[in-house]
């Protein structure tokens, strides 16, 4: 053992990592400051998501298919059964004849229909068939089989979130397996239009402006002109927009001083008079 290495004691060598929460020695923490140190019980979830980031996948994934799965997708690929010749209309008289000769007797107090009567308009039920447009919705919305309103537009609310269900599941059932091509592709459904792809030609760059000792002709040639352009002269006269206004003014200026030169001219000249020279 090295002379300058230094002993640990038994609670350093034990306990590595120091306690988060530092030892007060006058003051505790109040119960509602303990609340934020402690930690969070572990769950379910913390457990499996922490067994799963310390495993390696080739641990737990499986290359070959389940049995259900298999079975889920040869499932998929049998047709619906659907009975070719669909059965007679029902006859609620049937069961009761049934039960009439087999002993099967039920006590029929508290009903309002009495039996001769249920014997006379037995129940039919018709066989099934195509509904088209004659769905269950349009049904509600057009009898009157609910008095309440607000009955009626709930039951219609179930029907289209039923509707829109088996919808959801006809297409996970079509998804198990696709309609391929010969190549192997999944086709597109009947109703698909396939557009072309919109092409955008890149705007060619404009043409060079050309040079300022040169000209374009009509005929789209440039040439060189022989004499220059004339030099504007950057004169009061076709630089300010009221030339003309400013012209009247300066010319009835002009008029006013010499009406005042006119009338100074005509006065007579005032003579001294002697005690004013003797002055």
Same mark, same amino acid.
């Given at each position: 053992?090295?002379?300058?290495?230094?002993?640990?004691?038994?609670?350093?060598?034990?306990?590595?990592?120091?306690?988060?929460?530092?030892?007060?020695?006058?003051?505790?923490?109040?119960?509602?400051?303990?609340?934020?140190?402690?930690?969070?019980?572990?769950?379910?979830?913390?457990?499996?998501?922490?067994?799963?980031?310390?495993?390696?996948?080739?641990?737990?994934?499986?290359?070959?298919?389940?049995?259900?799965? &298999?079975?889920? !997708?040869? /499932?998929?690929?049998? #047709?619906?059964?659907? %009975? $070719?010749?669909?059965?007679?209309?029902? *006859? =609620?008289?049937?069961?009761?004849?049934?039960?009439?000769?087999?002993?099967?007797?039920?006590?029929?107090?508290?009903?309002? &229909?009495?039996? !001769?009567? /249920?014997?006379?308009? #037995?129940?039919?039920? %018709? $066989?099934?068939?195509?509904?088209?447009? *004659? =769905?269950?919705?349009?049904?509600?919305?057009?009898?009157?089989?609910?008095?309440?309103?607000?009955?009626?537009?709930?039951? &219609?609310?179930?029907?289209?979130?039923?509707?829109?269900?088996?919808?959801?599941?006809?297409?996970?059932?079509?998804?198990? *397996?696709?309609?391929?091509?010969?190549?192997?592709?999944?086709?597109?459904?009947?109703?698909?239009?396939?557009?072309?792809?919109?092409?955008?030609?890149?705007?060619?760059?404009?043409?060079?402006?050309?040079?300022?000792?040169?000209?374009?002709?009509?005929?789209?040639?440039?040439?060189?002109?022989?004499?220059?352009?004339?030099?504007?002269?950057?004169?009061?006269?076709?630089?300010?927009?009221?030339?003309?206004?400013?012209?009247?003014?300066?010319?009835?200026?002009?008029?006013?001083?010499?009406?005042?030169?006119?009338?100074?001219?005509?006065?007579?000249?005032?003579?001294?008079?002697?005690?004013?020279?003797?002055?």
């Amino acid at each position: 053992m090295d002379g300058n290495e230094v002993k640990l004691s038994i609670e350093e060598r034990e306990r590595l990592m120091a306690d988060e929460v530092p030892h007060h020695l006058g003051f505790t923490p109040r119960p509602i400051q303990r609340l934020s140190t402690q930690a969070r019980p572990q769950s379910m979830v913390d457990i499996e998501c922490r067994h799963f980031l310390r495993t390696q996948s080739k641990d737990f994934t499986r290359e070959i298919p389940t049995l259900e799965y &298999i079975l889920w !997708v040869e /499932a998929g690929k049998s #047709p619906a059964p659907v %009975p $070719a010749r669909p059965d007679t209309s029902y *006859n =609620s008289n049937i069961w009761r004849n049934f039960r009439r000769q087999y002993g099967l007797n039920f006590s029929a107090e508290g009903r309002k &229909i009495s039996e !001769v009567i /249920a014997t006379m308009y #037995p129940l039919n039920i %018709p $066989a099934p068939s195509q509904l088209a447009g *004659n =769905s269950y919705e349009k049904y509600l919305k057009e009898s009157k089989l609910f008095q309440d309103s607000n009955k009626k537009s709930l039951a &219609i609310e179930r029907i289209r979130k039923e509707i829109k269900h088996f919808k959801e599941l006809k297409v996970k059932s079509d998804a198990r *397996n696709p309609p391929l091509s010969e190549r192997g592709d999944i086709l597109p459904p009947e109703n698909f239009k396939q557009y072309a792809h919109r092409f955008i030609p890149v705007p060619s760059p404009p043409p060079p402006p050309p040079p300022l000792d040169q000209k374009t002709d009509l005929f789209g040639r440039r040439y060189t002109p022989r004499s220059q352009p004339l030099l504007w002269k950057l004169t009061y006269r076709l630089n300010h927009p009221e030339y003309q206004k400013l012209r009247e003014e300066i010319r009835k200026q002009k008029e006013a001083m010499e009406m005042r030169r006119k009338v100074f001219h005509k006065t007579p000249d005032l003579k001294l008079s002697p005690i004013q020279e003797s002055k």
